[in-house]
Nanobody, 124 residues
Framework: QVQLVESGGGLVQAGASLRLSCAAS????????MGWFRQAPGKEREFVAA????????SYGNSVKGRFTISRDNGKNSVYLQMNSLKPEDTAVYYC?????????????????WGQGTQVTVSS
């Protein structure tokens, strides 16, 4: 298991940017595929972005493509989510997650370690 702690959430106006960070500890960070998910009140958890162990493969949910960018720094045991052109519908709790599978995945069921979440609120 790897322990994950998110940071960087907050309250911003529509059109603004935020950068979320996720710090990992425990097992070897570079052996995990990493992902970001989000959950808005009254809605199911939604896939946002994922990145492979080496960072050479990424994927995004349709609602954030072109606005959000996932990246990682294995030397710092961290993964990031740069969020630009934020919209009120991006308001949610954002979770960092880790998958121990050797292959790249973006399926929520494959992510077995989760952070506590960080709140992002976008006002109109």
């Amino acid at each position: 298991q790897v322990q994950l702690v998110e940071s960087g959430g907050g309250l911003v106006q529509a059109g603004a940017s935020l950068r979320l960070s996720c710090a990992a500890s425990g097992r070897i960070f570079s052996s995990y595929c990493m992902g970001w998910f989000r959950q808005a009140p009254g809605k199911e958890r939604e896939f946002v972005a994922a990145i492979s162990r080496t960072g050479d493969t990424t994927s995004y949910g349709n609602s954030v493509k072109g606005r959000f960018t996932i990246s990682r720094d294995n030397g710092k045991n961290s993964v990031y989510l740069q969020m630009n052109s934020l919209k009120p519908e991006d308001t949610a709790v954002y979770y960092c997650a880790a998958s121990p599978l050797r292959y790249y995945t973006s399926r929520e069921v494959d992510f077995t370690s989760w952070g506590q979440g960080t709140q992002v609120t976008v006002s109109s």
